[in-house]
T-cell receptor, first 112, second 114 residues
Framework: QKEVEQNSGPLSVPEGAIASLNCTYS??????FFWYRQYSGKSPELIMSIYSNGDKEDGRFTAQLNKASQYVSLLIRDSQPSDSATYLCAVSQSGGYQKVTFGTGTKLQVIP | KAGVTQTPRYLIKTRGQQVTLSCSPI?????VSWYQQTPGQGLQFLFE???????NKGNFPGRFSGRQFSNSRSEMNVSTLELGDSALYLCASSFQGNSYNEQFFGPGTRLTVL
């Protein structure tokens, strides 16, 4: 079982729709969860971090965390063509120092 | 604040050679992590440095090594290059490198091994 799993996609949504990206993780002791956006040929860019159960909103982005189900998601409202990218879920495992495991990413295509 | 910088941005080497990549973290950040990204494997953790000490290491052969300097700048070295080492090498910095800290990535060094 992979430590962090994401559907590779592509996930295609029409412009203006809500895109829903999902991620599951295996380590129950994981403490921190991050979403990165990576455009083709570029490096990952941090867009959201979430640490406790529930929702966290930032502009058009909402991260949702459910530690009991070991599930984290990212919703993108009013999707724009510029949101077309690969979205990486990252999970920081328990321990005093940083050990971050990344999923393989979900490719999102927003169709104009 | 300036972001994470990496040099060089592109490298072409031949099998058997060695290469050194450099990373300068965001000012004030003391933790630097290195990752290898390939289309097939995604982002794979190489190692993490904090205050000049390697605290954590991924599952890579000993040909991959690194170090961190007192100003938090970091280098990674790959010796005896193999074709499979062709990848985008990314470094990421964070403030203290604990599990809650956000990591910020540099632009990466694209290494091609011929």
């Amino acid at each position: 079982q992979k430590e962090v799993e994401q559907n590779s996609g592509p996930l295609s949504v029409p412009e203006g729709a809500i895109a829903s990206l999902n991620c599951t993780y295996s380590d129950r002791g994981s403490q921190s969860f991050f979403w990165y956006r990576q455009y083709s040929g570029k490096s990952p860019e941090l867009i959201m971090s979430i640490y406790s159960n529930g929702d966290k909103e930032d502009g058009r982005f909402t991260a949702q965390l459910n530690k009991a189900s070991q599930y984290v998601s990212l919703l993108i409202r009013d999707s724009q063509p510029s949101d077309s990218a690969t979205y990486l879920c990252a999970v920081s495992q328990s321990g005093g120092y940083q050990k971050v495991t990344f999923g393989t990413g979900t490719k999102l295509q927003v169709i104009p | 604040k300036a972001g994470v910088t990496q040099t060089p941005r592109y490298l072409i080497k031949t099998r058997g050679q060695q290469v050194t990549l450099s990373c300068s973290p965001i000012s004030g950040h003391r933790s630097v992590s290195w990752y290898q990204q390939t289309p097939g494997q995604g982002l794979q953790f190489l190692f993490e440095y904090f205050s000049e000490t390697q605290r954590n290491k991924g599952n890579f052969p000993g040909r991959f090594s690194g170090r961190q300097f007192s100003n938090s700048r970091s280098e990674m070295n790959v010796s005896t290059l193999e074709l499979g080492d062709s990848a985008l090498y990314l470094c990421a910095s964070s403030f203290q490198g604990n599990s809650y800290n956000e990591q910020f990535f540099g632009p990466g060094t694209r290494l091609t091994v011929l």
